[in-house]
């Protein structure tokens, strides 16, 4: 039991480990524009200055090398690009304009909606997948100590339910497919899911004992039971 609290902590503390980095959130698959600015030796740059960037994959291979951004004059520059995966991109920026030089670097988290989740609701999401990981490491317990047959299908089968919840709620977290949104729509999952392992479980149950009054009304005849 202490090994799965602790498992349980390094799972939550790994999720807030990966999102909760400050980054600029970009939309995957949607045509982006790049905003830059740059100011050389505490002031705007000439017209002639130009600005290149270098972005690399979450895998660290290259996505865009050393390209120049479009002027937009002022100091301003634009680059429009599509990210074509999830996750967290490295931007390498350098502006120059032959006498001053500046240079910086940066991060872009590429998500599926586009939007960051708020570092406070790590926790709130967190405490939601221990609850749900909970309750299905407590089915599992009971369909391994209950003797009733009916029973122990119902325990292993809500347990098995549970645990794809919690796997699909830390999936809509890893990705940001709106995370409220798909708790909402998992917790109503289970929920349908689990009513209808219920009725089945009920009509089997019922099943069971008709046949059995039967066998006890076949028996009062003096007949032999065929079930």
């Known amino acids: ?113 586009g939007n960051k989740i708020p570092e406070g609701m790590l926790i709130v999401y967190g405490v939601i997948i221990l609850i749900i990981f909970g309750i299905s490491c407590i089915f599992f317990i009971l369909a391994f100590k209950i003797q009733d047959s009916s029973l122990k299908i119902f325990f292993w089968l809500a347990g098995f339910v549970f645990l794809t919840g919690c796997m699909a709620t830390i999936t809509a977290i890893s990705y940001n497919i709106n995370p409220v949104s798909a708790i909402n729509k998992i917790v109503l999952v289970i929920t349908y899911i689990l009513g209808l392992i219920t009725f089945l479980i009920f009509a089997l149950v019922l099943v069971q004992r008709i046949i059995s009054i039967l066998d006890m009304m076949r028996e009062k005849k003096g007949y032999e039971t065929d079930f």
């Not at 979450?58 to 937009?72: E, H, K, R, V, Y």
């Open 1 to 113: 039991m202490n090994k799965q609290i602790i498992f349980s902590l390094m799972l939550v503390f790994l999720l807030v480990g990966i999102v909760s980095a400050e980054t600029e959130t970009y939309k995957l698959n949607q045509e982006t524009d790049l905003k830059f600015t740059c100011t050389l030796n505490n002031a705007i740059p000439t017209a002639g200055a130009t600005y290149n960037i270098t972005i690399n994959y979450p895998n660290g291979s290259t996505f865009i090398n050393n390209q120049d951004a479009t002027a937009l004059g002022n100091g301003a520059f634009n680059y429009t690009t599509t990210f074509p995966e999830i996750g967290l991109y490295k931007v390498q920026m350098f502006c120059w304009d032959t006498t001053y030089s500046y240079s910086d670097e940066g991060f872009y988290d590429v998500t599926e909606s």
